[in-house]
Structure formats: structure tokens, C-alpha cells
Nanobody
Framework: VQLQASGGGFVQAGNSLRLSCAAS????????VAWFRQAPGKEREFVAG????????WYADSVKGRFTISRDSAEGPVSLQMNMVKQEDTAVYYC???????????????????WGQGTLVTVSS
């Protein structure tokens, strides 16, 4: 599965941005999709995740209540709606998928087999 992330750019603090991640082939066999981010000089960190059911999702505490992960269909793109963005949200955002995952490690980058190339989000004051 090849992933293509898009939608990044410059945004002013307090505003909104929507990221999208499209899969190049059938991705309905993936059980989990997620967004991660990596700021300069920092490790890649989990942002949001969605199970194949497209109903159950979970979020990092830092974005809870502001970001929403969604997917309209089993094969459709995965979106990350970012509202009330903050300067600390500045990072390269990556989408990721996996066909298998251990529940207790679902927030770890190493649990994901497929990755997009990343899209840069820059939040200005």
C-alpha cells in the first residue's frame, strides 16, 4: 500500500486546516490508520488513529478536542481535520496504515508498515 499525504501549508494560529491521505491500491485490508507528526529536532509522535470500523478513534492528549480523524469509506482517503491550530502543531505530518497491530502498541510508529511521504504544516502566530 502506497500512501500520499496532502493538504499541508501555512496557517495562522487559531485557524483550521484539513489534511488528506490517499492509498494507491486497495487498503480495506488494513485494520488501522493513523496520523503521526514530527517537529524539527523531535521524535515522531502519534496524533490520531482510526480502526477499520471507521467508528472508533483515539487521539493524543495534545490534540484531543481540536483534531478529528475520519474516513468516509473503507477505500476512501483518510482525513485529519485540524481546528484551533497552535504554533506547537507545526510539524511534518505523516499518515500510516497497517494490516496488523498489537493494541497496546497502536501509538508507536514501529507498529505501522505503510507510510506516506509527509506533508508540512506551519502554524504562524
Amino acid at each position: 500500500v502506497q500512501l500520499q499525504a496532502s493538504g499541508g501549508g501555512f496557517v495562522q494560529a487559531g485557524n483550521s486546516l484539513r489534511l488528506s491521505c490517499a492509498a494507491s491500491e486497495r487498503s480495506s485490508s488494513t485494520v488501522i490508520v493513523a496520523w503521526f507528526r514530527q517537529a524539527p529536532g523531535k521524535e515522531r509522535e502519534f496524533v490520531a488513529g482510526l480502526w477499520r470500523s471507521r467508528v472508533n478513534s483515539w487521539y493524543a492528549d495534545s490534540v484531543k478536542g481540536r483534531f478529528t480523524i475520519s474516513r468516509d469509506s473503507a477505500e476512501g482517503p483518510v482525513s485529519l481535520q485540524m481546528n484551533m491550530v497552535k504554533q506547537e502543531d507545526t510539524a511534518v505530518y505523516y499518515c500510516a496504515m497497517s494490516r496488523t497491530v498489537i493494541y497496546s502498541t497502536r501509538d508507536r510508529p514501529e507498529s505501522y508498515a505503510y507510510w506516506g511521504q509527509g506533508t508540512l504544516v506551519t502554524v504562524s502566530s
